[in-house]
Nanobody
């Protein structure tokens, strides 16, 4: 059974920064944390869940949708078994619940097709 848990969310003023973390109990008889591609998603009230960034299993390849480029940075520390999302120059429209997700894959994933999801952490950006 996989378990993902996000942390680091909170209230921040516009222009500020936050760093989200995600830890995962992704160990099975065949896989460990390092063998999963992962991603960050967000969902604002009344809107669909959208991809913020994704990363390959070894952290060497990343993907950002065009609308997310420039202010978000995803990283993966396989030794520490953690996924991070650095968010800078935050805007009120970044307010959402942010989720981490994992997929049994090695390549970076650019869709919402992930296998495991966390419960989310709330990020609120005040103007």
């Amino acid at each position: 059974q996989a378990l993902l848990e996000e942390s680091g969310g909170g209230l921040v003023q516009a222009g500020g920064s936050l760093r989200l973390s995600c830890t995962g109990s992704l160990h099975t008889s065949q896989r460990t944390f390092s063998s999963y591609s992962m991603g960050w998603f967000r969902q604002a009230p009344g809107k669909e869940r959208e991809l913020v960034a994704s990363i390959s299993w070894n952290g060497r390849e990343t993907y950002y949708p065009e609308s997310m480029k420039g202010r978000f940075t995803i990283s993966k520390d396989n030794a520490e078994e953690k996924l991070y999302l650095q968010m800078d120059i935050l805007k009120p429209e970044d307010t959402a619940v942010y989720y981490c997700a994992a997929k049994k894959a090695t390549l970076v994933v650019t869709t919402t097709n992930f296998d495991y999801w966390g419960q989310g952490t709330q990020v609120t950006v005040s103007s």
